[in-house]
């Protein structure tokens, strides 16, 4: 069975860069899925920030696009985000996701979430 | 992109059919067949229900259904049953920005 795991700081300062892992395990990210981030502030409803192919193909939110970025470690059979000049609006629970095999908008798997908080 | 429009809140009572509408645009839920359906449990990661407007993934309850008129999609659930009462989200496929979520719709089982 997929797993999928997120991992990384859990408080960061306003104007830094978020860094986020998410780490797959029963599964390999160099299989023909893509792997991306969903984020969900506070009592809030859900935020898609992009996916990426173990290729580099990659899709963002255009919303986000400017400070999003999302790599993939097939070494290390991992998928990383990173966000770019965070804000208080940033703070969030973010998710790391497959996305499923029948395409848009369906993530099929999920880890079970980070919650991130940008305060100084 | 906007998010779908979805109710604040749904209720029901145990056995008793309910209904979650999720309002977007020609150019999201009217233009595709590329609607969503998540349930989410308070705490927990969300767990794709529907997909395709009306396709359940193995192991989904066919207690959920979804179709689509217009720019409108909606979730039936049937024979509504206390375990169903969660937060409920759709998503369809954009032109504009590929994927964009409903607000999400809060259903209490009475």
């Known amino acids: 069975q997929l797993h999928l795991q997120e991992s990384g700081p859990r408080l960061v300062k306003p104007s830094e860069t978020l860094s986020l892992t998410c780490t797959v395990s029963?599964?390999?990210?160099?299989?023909?899925?893509?792997w991306g981030w969903i984020r969900q502030s506070p009592g809030k409803g859900l935020e898609w920030l992009g996916n990426?192919?173990?290729?580099?193909?990659?899709y963002y939110n255009p919303s986000l696009k400017s400070r999003v970025t999302i790599s993939v470690d097939t070494s290390n059979n991992q998928f990383s985000l990173k966000l770019s000049s965070v804000t208080a609006a940033d703070t969030a629970m973010y998710y790391c996701?497959?996305?499923?095999?029948?395409?848009?908008?369906?993530?099929?798997?999920w880890g079970q979430g980070t919650l991130v908080t940008v305060s100084s | 992109q906007s998010a779908l429009t979805q109710p604040a809140s749904v209720s029901g009572s145990p056995g008793q059919s309910i209904t979650i509408s999720c309002t977007g645009t020609?150019?999201?839920?009217?233009?595709?067949?590329?609607v969503s359906w998540y349930i989410q449990y308070p705490g927990k990661a969300p767990k794709l229900l529907i997909y395709?407007?009306?396709n359940r993934p193995s192991g989904v309850s066919n207690r959920f259904s979804g179709s689509k008129s217009g720019n409108t999609a909606s979730l039936t659930i049937s024979g509504l049953q206390a375990e169903d009462e969660a937060d409920y989200y759709c998503?369809?496929?954009?032109?504009?920005?590929?994927?964009?979520f409903g607000g999400g719709t809060m259903l209490t089982v009475l």
């Open positions: 996701a497959r996305r499923a095999s029948s395409g848009w908008p369906n993530f099929d798997f």
């Open positions: 029963g599964g390999s990210v160099s299989s023909h899925y893509y």
């Open positions: 990426m192919y173990y290729n580099g193909n990659s």
């Open positions: 020609s150019s999201d839920v009217g233009g595709y067949d590329y």
């Open positions: 395709e407007v009306t």
């Open positions: 998503a369809s496929y954009t032109s504009t920005t590929l994927v964009v």
